[in-house]
Antibody, heavy 120, light 112 residues
Framework: VQLLESGGGLVQPGGSLRLSCVAS????????MGWVRQAPGKGLQWVSD????????FYADSVRGRFTISRDNSKNTLYLQLNSLRVEDTALYFC??????????????WGHGTLVTVSS | DDVLTQSPLSLPVTLGQPASISCRSR???????????LTWFQQRPGQSPRRLIY???NRDSGVPDRFSGSGSRTDFTLKISRVEAEDVGVYYC?????????FGQGTRLEIK
């Protein structure tokens, strides 16, 4: 299993970014996927999950309405669209694999993360 | 939300000695299917998290058998039978029983 995130960067408050996570080593569409973030020097915070088909999505209250998770199974790629960014969204964003197409809360494999910095 | 409380938050351990980390939830983590979705992760310095234990006590492939998980309902424990230098890092518990998924604050293990 390999998960490679990209798309992070420096953005002003109120701005947008789209994160990507390219997966390999497993049949991507057979597994739900998630995003977890870690603010500098802080602990882990779950952000969002999506089913294997992409039909079901789940969000933390802190990002609901601002972030959108999606996937393109033909490209083995997971996305996280970040809108209306706030300073407190600054974090390393990890993508992680779940245990089945509609099996959540397992996070058995993780990428190395992509850093999002929200600052003016 | 399911708040998970870990203790201690800092754990200095002598090489070769055992270590134990507690994770407590205010509510039972038993899901309607009867399974308890309590997971332990290790995050070594500068690395991404790695899953060690899932469903309370199941060790992931490649995880040394000195790591073990136990507990039920609201009280869970990660034990390391003999700490080695490579065990330095932060350990997190996570519950996957209810949305939102939640993590404990993390326990930093260091060598004395």
């Amino acid at each position: 299993v390999q998960l490679l995130e990209s798309g992070g960067g420096l953005v002003q408050p109120g701005g947008s970014l789209r994160l990507s996570c390219v997966a390999s080593g497993f049949t991507f569409s057979n597994y739900a996927m998630g995003w977890v973030r870690q603010a500098p020097g802080k602990g882990l915070q779950w952000v969002s999950d999506i089913s294997g088909s992409g039909g079901d999505t789940f969000y933390a209250d802190s990002v609901r309405g601002r972030f959108t998770i999606s996937r393109d199974n033909s490209k083995n790629t997971l996305y996280l669209q970040l809108n209306s960014l706030r300073v407190e969204d600054t974090a390393l964003y990890f993508c992680a694999k779940e245990a089945g197409p509609e099996s959540y809360g397992h996070l058995d494999s993780w990428g190395h993360g992509t850093l999002v910095t929200v600052s003016s | 939300d399911d708040v998970l409380t870990q203790s201690p938050l800092s754990l200095p351990v002598t090489l070769g000695q055992p270590a134990s980390i507690s994770c407590r939830s205010r509510q039972s983590l038993v899901f309607s299917d009867g399974i308890t979705y309590l997971t332990w992760f290790q995050q070594r310095p500068g690395q991404s998290p790695r899953r060690l234990i899932y469903k309370v006590s199941n060790r992931d492939s490649g995880v040394p058998d000195r790591f073990s998980g136990s507990g039920s309902r609201t009280d869970f424990t990660l034990k390391i039978s003999r700490v080695e230098a490579e065990d330095v890092g932060v350990y997190y518990c996570m519950q996957g029983t209810r949305w939102p998924l939640t993590f404990g604050q993390g326990t930093r293990l260091e060598i004395k």
